[in-house]
């Protein structure tokens, strides 16, 4: 009995390496990729905070305004919210939650998702302050980028700016309001009171942002330089769309319905899905709505949206009648050269939903080129993913702290400086520049989980702190990760058939030990 025991745990090891060196290890990156969420806290830090080289700060934000604005997440390298992006990665985050939330608690992973969700919607609450007022961002992007010191030093100002009626901006509102509603769906199975409260937010947020039209940058132009917005009915519908999910409210539906048309819905045939275009997410959401048989009078208009949507999955998987989204030699997405690889991102993910929505309505894609199975569409996500880990060109990890490989030179202020707690003398704005961002040497801390610029339309990566187009991470590119991280785990053979998940709570999430090899 022992001996056959001994046998079956020793070949239940060795399958787990084979199928390790075969393929990679996402329950590893899903983990990592949340790590990155901590590591940009802003704020004071809870006792649980797993990052250790990260102290508290930006414990005045909003003073000078007399409004709380603690909290909330620094965009990337930089300590400027920007509120736009911050939204954008909290519905990412959330819709990844929403669609695999299965397998994130399979991976012991749900209540860390759960609490890097909620360190976003618990700031957006204090930032939604009034019905028709929504600060939209601390701190101001020239002066901090003018420094580099850590967060926890940080001297620069900490200006805060506000939307109200007099100074609308319908994309970052309708994003928040979007980020708030799929952020309710995700809550909803583990604190319904919180959800409930999110709901309320998003409604007010819809509506200050439809009844406001306006571009946000025209009220905040210090985020103009850095995320210009190029329009906001995309975020409109998104905002709508997801109201809709998580209410069921027809009225929401007939939003998007009526005005598919007026606000580029169903025009709009993209390439792009990013913090700054939603239409692509839009028209997969409402796919998912007429392949459910939920379309009812609006069946029409959907299959409208669902013509986009397959333009953008076609366009992505290069069954688009020549009109395709480039790839690099080495297979990955190249949609810009600032920052690419979280458009790769951001494209994986949705397209590994839209082939699980198409999978479950036991339907397939219908590109000009050939008809696209959904488990097809699912490789080609895949791909971008394993690019990301490492299988490209360069044969690194663009997630840092992945793998054998990944950059060490992360252009990222936090990271390149020395922690406070090692190094407990303030480092000024421009001596930073001198001691810390010109140093050859590698960081001195590790921006775990963070997807970094990565390569040019070549695969060529060069691991330079100043070269921040390629080696700057941010929150935008993570966030569809985890999401995608963990469905992709659900499909290794070894994990797919897990335990019923039990309920988790955000910081109380049980854990269970790894399955192979402690539980045979
Ligand atoms: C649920 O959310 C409410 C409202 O935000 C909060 O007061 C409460 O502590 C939460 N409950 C748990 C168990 O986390």
Request: charged content about 20%.
């Amino acid at each position: 009995m022992m001996n056959s025991r001994r046998i079956f745990t020793t070949l239940i090891l060795v399958l787990t390496i084979i199928d390790a060196s075969l393929g990679f290890d996402y329950k590893e990156a899903v983990d990592k990729s949340l790590l990155f969420f901590e590591a940009q806290r802003s704020g004071k830090l809870p006792w649980n905070q797993r990052v250790k080289w990260r102290g508290d700060s930006g414990l005045y934000d909003g003073y000078q305004q007399k409004v709380n604005l603690v909290g909330g997440y620094y965009d990337a390298g930089d300590h400027v919210k920007f509120g736009l992006p911050m939204a954008y990665s909290v519905t990412m985050l959330s819709w990844g939650a929403i669609e695999y939330g299965r397998s994130m608690m399979d991976v012991n992973q749900m209540g860390h998702v759960l609490n890097a969700i909620k360190w976003g919607t618990d700031y957006f609450i204090k930032a939604h302050s009034q019905p028709n007022v929504l600060w939209g961002q601390v701190g101001d992007g020239d002066s901090d980028h003018y420094c580099w010191e850590r967060a926890e030093d940080m001297s620069t100002p900490r200006t805060a700016y506000k939307l109200d009626p007099e100074h609308p901006g319908s994309d970052l509102a309708g994003e928040t309001a979007a980020a708030m509603a799929a952020a309710a769906i995700a809550f909803r199975p583990y604190n319904s009171s919180y959800s409930d409260l999110l709901l309320v937010h998003a409604k007010q947020l819809f509506w200050f942002a439809d009844r406001f039209r306006g571009l946000f940058t025209n009220s905040i132009p210090s985020a103009k330089e850095f995320y210009t917005s190029s329009g906001y009915s995309d975020e409109l519908l998104w905002a709508a769309t997801w109201l809709h999910r998580a209410t069921k409210d027809a009225s929401y539906l007939k939003y998007v319905v009526d005005n598919a048309a007026s606000m580029g819905g169903t025009g709009w045939a993209v390439k792009e899905f990013s913090w700054d275009n939603k239409y692509a997410g839009v028209q997969i959401l409402l796919s998912k709505v007429l392949m459910d048989g939920d379309g009812g009078s609006y069946t029409a208009t959907l299959k409208q949206y669902q013509a986009k949507a397959n333009y953008f999955a076609c366009a992505c998987h290069q069954k688009n009648e020549g009109y395709n989204a480039l790839l690099t030699p080495g297979g990955l997405l190249y949609l810009h050269e600032w920052n690419n690889m979280q458009y790769a991102a951001s494209a994986a993910f949705l397209l590994a939903v839209y082939s699980d929505y198409l999978s479950a309505a036991k339907s397939v894609l219908k590109c000009p080129d050939a008809n696209v199975q959904p488990q097809e569409l699912l490789l080609f996500a895949k791909s971008q993913a394993d690019y990301i880990l490492g299988k490209n060109p360069k044969s690194m990890s663009y997630i840092v702290g992945y793998g054998q490989t990944y950059p060490i030179h992360v252009h990222h202020r936090g990271a390149s400086i020395a922690s406070i707690f090692v190094l407990h003398l303030v480092v000024g704005c421009v001596q930073g520049f001198d001691a810390w961002y010109r140093r050859p040497q590698a960081n001195p801390n590790i921006i775990h989980g963070g997807l970094v610029g990565g390569p040019d339309k070549n695969d060529k990566f060069d691991d330079d702190r100043s070269n921040y187009e390629q080696t700057e991470p941010t929150m935008s590119g993570t966030a569809p990760l985890v999401g995608l991280f963990s469905k992709l785990h659900s499909m290794n053979p070894n994990h797919a058939a897990g335990p019923t998940p039990t309920k988790a709570q955000p910081n109380t999430c049980k854990f269970r030990q790894t399955k192979v090899l402690y539980f045979y």
